[in-house]
């Protein structure tokens, strides 16, 4: 009896340290067990379900790792540590094909995917019958959110953005199916298209097919549900700069009355003090999708939000100070002003001067959970695409602009004149609102803006070979027919 995701632990295997094989060789996760017999009852389906989300949140993916490298890759953090295993190569854009983040997220994302396709292919085979149509429907358009979210993540960091060749320059390896033995392992990339044309496919059948909410809280955070889908596809839209279309998905949690909270579904909200969205017990309205993580369940070493950008506890922080503010980043602008309550996230170190990000407060073993798409980024991603798409500074845009503006700081109505001054702050906003949150880079690459240069580290204009990671060395040993980013 075979053992799922043979090719993917292969890779793993091959790229990881010694001190980490012991622990690939037995991949699986508590609740999956040999496939022969993985969906034979309810609980065992479910069971793969619930993997699914753990492998997700896997600290080398979305427990981590996926959103400190595209925030350091901007130009909001200074190192302070120089170590390797801690993403100096990603800040400094020294990478290679070899280097630990290019095949660990590689790998670890892959691995997902697999883990997806191989539950849809027992799902179809074996499930179904188990459990009602319903459910097994419910079931599979979670395994395709979350395979979607994962190619949608790897095309952010492994292939050019959409506007550069709208879309005909290669992508990644489409894997629909799951893989259980080495030997179908060669596959060419597809287009940056396909990619994108997959995750809308999978993202418009989760839409349809998953439930309007949960019955608590702490699911309608943590498992997908129909506005999940939807807000994805507003990130997904904004980075194929498809404005009708983000305009269109955001229109579905929005509705056309007050912004203040979504029309139907899960009904999403700003929290009215964003502190709140960040503490215990996460389960805000506010969040769209999270990692939830615990004492039992945590993101590992050296792959904590709180580890890498709190401070020392001799600097009054409680992580380990890889990553300070950059004096000349966002936290520079004039505009965001002291009495905003996001400022509350900065803490200065009285005898350095340096500024550093609190956002996530957990001590060790670093049980914040990890945003990854909140109601605010809705509301910006709607936001912009309204001025996008009218050229204009448009009446309900800045509706929505101001709202989250004036959620953290209520004396501050930001009044744009004209196109250009109101994309800027909508951009501005983004950089304020989700300092930490692994969204500046993919804002800079959508719309092909030079990634700033910051203290040594020199500028990496769009068409620099930079701009994009390298491909997994792993992967282009093992698949015969892949070729590397150039």
């Not at 979305?62 to 890759?73: C, E, K, S, T, V």
């Not at 994108?196 to 309608?220: C, K």
């Not at 905003?340 to 001590?363: E, N, P, Q």
Request: glycine residues 6%.
């Amino acid at each position: 009896m075979k053992y799922i995701l043979i090719t993917v632990l292969l890779v793993g295997m091959i790229t990881a340290p010694s001190c980490k094989r012991e622990e690939l060789l037995s991949p699986l996760p508590p609740t999956s067990i040999i496939d022969s017999f993985a969906f034979d009852t309810p609980e065992r389906i479910i069971n793969q379900v619930r993997a699914l989300y753990s492998n997700l949140k896997n600290g080398q993916f979305y427990g981590g790792r996926y959103l400190i490298y595209n925030d350091i890759r901007g130009e909001e953090f200074l190192n302070q540590l120089t170590n390797g295993v801690t993403g100096y190569g990603t800040w400094n854009f020294a990478l290679t094909n070899t280097a630990q983040e290019v095949q660990g997220l590689w790998s670890q994302a892959y691995y997902v995917i697999n883990t997806a396709n191989v539950f849809l292919d027992g799902l179809t085979t074996k499930g179904k019958g188990i459990v009602s149509d319903s459910l097994a429907l419910d079931y599979e358009a979670e395994a395709k959110f979350i395979r979607a979210l994962s190619y949608y993540s790897l095309l952010q960091l492994y292939a050019r953005p959409y506007w550069d060749g709208n879309g005909s320059k290669p992508g990644l390896p489409l894997r629909l199916k799951g893989n259980k033995s080495i030997q179908d392992y060669s596959l060419e990339r597809s287009t940056v298209t396909q990619i994108y044309d997959q995750v809308l496919t999978d993202l418009n059948f989760a839409e349809t097919n998953l439930p309007l909410q949960y019955g608590t809280a702490a699911l309608n955070t943590t498992r997908a549900h129909r506005n999940t889908a939807i807000a994805l596809k507003t990130r997904v839209y904004m980075s194929m700069q498809r404005y009708d279309k983000v305009i269109e998905e955001a229109g579905k949690i929005v509705g056309a009355g007050p912004v203040s909270s979504a029309a139907t579904g899960v009904k999403h909200k700003l929290e009215s003090d964003i502190t709140t969205v960040f503490a215990s017990p996460y389960t805000s309205v506010e969040s769209i999708l999270s990692m939830p993580m615990s004492a039992d369940e945590v993101p590992g070493t050296q792959n904590q939000l709180a580890y890498y950008y709190s401070p020392t506890s001799a600097n009054g922080g409680i992580g380990n100070g890889e990553y300070a503010l950059n004096p000349d980043g966002i936290i520079a602008n004039t505009g965001w002003t002291a009495a905003d309550k996001r400022r509350s996230f900065i803490h200065t170190t009285a005898s350095t001067g340096k500024k550093w990000l609190i956002k996530y407060k957990v001590r060790s073993p670093f049980t914040d959970w990890i945003p990854v798409i909140r109601y605010s980024e809705v509301l910006l991603n709607y936001a912009e695409a309204l001025v996008r798409e009218t050229n204009s500074v448009d009446t309900r845009a800045l509706e929505m602009l101001n709202e989250v503006r004036k959620r953290s700081d209520a004396a501050t109505t930001l009044a744009p004149a004209d196109f250009d001054a109101m994309i800027d702050a909508l951009l501005t906003e983004r950089r304020i609102e989700f300092l930490g949150e692994g969204r500046r880079s993919p804002d800079l690459l959508r719309l092909g803006l030079t990634i700033p240069g910051k203290a040594a580290v020199v500028a990496v204009p769009a068409t620099d070979i930079k701009y994009i990671w390298p491909i997994s060395a792993a992967e282009l040993l093992l698949n015969s027919k892949m070729i590397d980013n150039k």
